[in-house]
Each structure stands twice: as C-alpha cells, then as structure tokens.
C-alpha cells in the first residue's frame, strides 16, 4: 500500500489552462503539506494542513488554491498556468500532535507548462 | 528566507569512503532534524532523524552528529557506496513546517 500517493505523475499543459494535482495519505497523520521542487532541486513548502485547515501559506499566488476536504487528501488546483510554474510538486503528510514527526512525501508530480 | 543552511551543494567520494555533509540551522524552535535521499525522479525518502536532547544516532552505515549549542548537524556515511549516489537533504521541523537544505548531490565512484 502506497502511504502518499499523488496523481498524475506527469502533466504537461498550456499556458493560461487550469489543472489539478490530488493527494491523498493512509498514514492516519494529521498534518498535509505541498511542496514545490524547482530545477535546481531545492524544496519550498508552499502550504501546510492540519485536520482540514490552512496553517501555513508561504506567500504563494493566488493561483494557486489547495482544498482539504478530509485529513488524508490534500488537493492542490492551479488556475491561469504560467511558465514558471513548471516544476515538480510534492505532496507530503506527517503526525504533529504529541511531538513533531518526520514527513512521509508522495512521488511527485511533474508539471510542464508550455 | 533559507532557514537551513546545507554544505556542500556537490560530493564525490570513492567507494568505501566517508561522506559528510554539514546543516546549520537559525531558528531555536525547531525540534527535529530528519535527512532524506532523494532519487532521480522519486520523492525524498527519510533517511534518518535525530530530536535535540541526543548529540548523535547512528543507523547502519549512516550517523547523524548534532551541536545544539552550536545550532548545527551533519551526516556522515561510512563505507559510501555507488547506490548511495543521491540528492541529500537535511531538514528542520517546527510550527507546521519542514524546512529543507539545499540539497548536496553525492557521487560515490566506483
């Protein structure tokens, strides 16, 4: 069984389109997380969840909308896709309460945008 | 603003060496200290992670060293070899958040 699983793995779109990355944990964490990986691989969170709601947003676009509709799925929709947004996105999910824990990451997703 | 600071951005070690790779961080608040491998198109994989109270944890061939007076830590592999050759991270935990290094890319030759 897959503990972070993220769908699709590749998605390659146009300029100006609309798409959506879903995610979703088996983990039982409490805590879901978007990152994104650029080409030099460096990792920035861009949001963080806990139980379904918004704790962290790492001053990303608007654009950019992630939905939590339970504990273990965290969504991301990205509307109005610009170049720059290609990169590879990470979902991840850890257990925060009771002590920090480790974050379990999925796949990954990467997004071309041409 | 890099809260963790991760050296060297690139490694190249012959096999059966030691590989190291250093991490400072700047923030007090943070309470944990995971390293993840990362693989060419797969998603950081925990390594091995160590809490503050404990100045270092050893796993197999990988050993976490950690100065909390300092603010610093690092991991060594021993006996590196050619599979080891990974993206590295370190990382920090604290409010929510995991804050990354840069990433080192090692090369272990055969």
């Known amino acids: 069984d897959t503990a972070v699983s993220q769908t699709p793995k590749y998605l390659v779109t146009q300029m100006g389109n609309d798409k959506s990355i879903k995610c979703e944990q088996n983990?039982?964490?409490?805590?879901m997380y978007w990152y994104k990986q650029d080409s030099k691989k460096f990792l920035k969170i861009m949001f963080s969840y806990n139980n379904k709601e918004l704790i962290i947003n790492e001053t990303v676009p608007n654009r950019f909308s992630p939905k939590s509709p339970d504990k273990a799925h965290l969504n991301l929709h990205i509307n109005s896709l610009e170049l720059g947004d290609s990169a590879v996105y990470f979902c991840?999910?850890?257990?925060?309460?009771?002590?920090?824990?480790?974050?379990?990451f999925g796949q990954g997703t990467r997004l071309t945008v041409v | 603003q890099q809260q963790v600071k991760q050296s060297p951005q690139s490694l190249i070690v012959q096999k059966g060496g030691i590989s190291i790779i250093n991490c400072a961080y700047e923030n007090t608040a943070f309470d944990y200290f995971p390293w993840y491998q990362q693989f060419p198109g797969k998603g950081p994989a925990l390594l091995i992670a160590?809490?503050?109270?404990?100045s270092e944890k050893k796993e197999g061939r990988f050993t976490i060293s950690f100065n909390k007076s300092a603010k610093q830590f690092s991991l060594h592999i021993m006996d590196s070899q050619p599979g080891d050759s990974a993206t590295y991270f370190c990382a920090a935990l604290g409010g929510f958040k995991t804050i990354f290094g840069a990433g080192t890319r090692l090369f272990v030759k055969a």
């Open positions: 991840a999910s850890s257990q925060t309460i009771r002590g920090n824990t480790e974050a379990f």
């Open positions: 983990l039982g964490h409490d805590t």
């Open positions: 160590i809490r503050p109270d404990v």
